[in-house]
């Protein structure tokens, strides 16, 4: 059979458009990163200082499924000058959950509790890439590929009253951050309050995705495993040490691009509830294991790189630990107990049985199906077995309600939806236990209900 002939022309543009969708797919986790950094740089602050929510979060801060039922402190760190100093306090009147990662959002290390310190506090000292030399005494060293890094810091609140609230604010800003060339005096860490600033790190599936992307490469060292995007990106005007200038025809292939990677992380999205987490339910952990296992070791397995499941988590989640399981877990529903997709439109409930097997505490939030982002303009976004007047019934389960009307009776127990919009649910389980893992409590489905 002859083949087609092709244009020289023609052949650069599809070349152009394969590429540029699998540009997507591959730099998903470091534009994620950048679009939080650049949220936090259009808000006034710099690297190597603290951003965080003096309440708990709302519509306004649209990351990707942030959890809306505890204090973040979120710094971003850079070692281009440097090693760059992080401060855990002692878990005294307090506690964090949280971890270090570079920017492609591979877990450095825990901190906290379930982290290096166990919860007796630190000094991580943060490394920039090829750093030579000793560790000085009384630092817990964290090397780094990248020089671009942050925190997810997690202050724990006992319930979601104002007090509590208050006081998990306090103990988190006894974080602190600075260069380790000023230890023996460290300045003041700069701690920046974002509560009630729109903080949008919603994935852009257009051009704005590829210079997000243009910013990294200039910006970082090429990994080895990497290496072989460096001429594709070429071909997409992305390349280190030279502007990037795309013109308006490349930009009309970013944008077509980057959708038909929507789509396909999305259909990939949807795979990953197969197998769920307990046989005959719908919830499951949003990650694939070839990317929970890749995560913390930055996939040293020399027979898989789950680009593809690695960009599905990125899509819709910011941040790894290193030991996920030992300070928090997840579980996602995008359906209910019928198979159908959970509708704004509709009443849905979900009864957390008794006896949660966690040591801190369980949510339920609600997100915005297209987006991942908290859904704006509602009351709330979640309830807790912390927040405050939730009701339970007699044997200790918990009915929650979804639906864009109050049930009657059930204020205290209600996640409003928006009618037309498609959401999601994750539940988290912080300190979670063995009866979860070994499924002696199991989590059931969303039900279609009434309203009472």
Known sequence: MRSRQFSADELLQRARYRRAVEAVIWGMPVVNFDLMLQAFLKAGGLPNQVPFWSHLLDGQNQTLTPNPDTIYFNPFFDTKDGPVVVEIPAAEGGSITGSIDDCWQNALEDVGLAGADKGAGGKYLILPPGHVGTTPDGYIAVPSDTFQSYAILRSNVKSGSEADVAQAVAY???????PLAQAARPPETRHLDMAGVLYDSTIPYDRDFFRSLARIVEKEPWLTRDKAMI????????CKGEPFDPGRALEETFDAAAQEAHAYLDMRYEAVFDPPFAPGTRWALPAV???????????????????????????????????LGEGQYYLMAIRDAAGDALDGSETYRLRVPANAPVTLYWSATVYDRETHALIRNVARASRASTSPGIVAEPDGSVDLWFSPHVPAGKEANWIPTVPGRGFEVLFRLYGPKKPFFEKQWVLPDLVKDQLP
């Not at 988190?172 to 600075?178: A, E, H, L, N, S």
């Not at 001429?231 to 992305?238: A, E, K, N, S, V």
């Open 172 to 178: 988190g800003k006894r974080i602190r951050v600075y």
């Open 231 to 238: 001429d594709p990106l070429r071909t997409l005007g992305i």
């Open 289 to 323: 294991p070839e990317v929970v296992e890749g995560m913390p070791n930055f996939f040293a397995s020399t027979e898989a790189y789950p680009i593809d499941g690695r960009a599905v988590s990125y899509s819709l989640a910011y941040f790894s630990a290193k030991h």
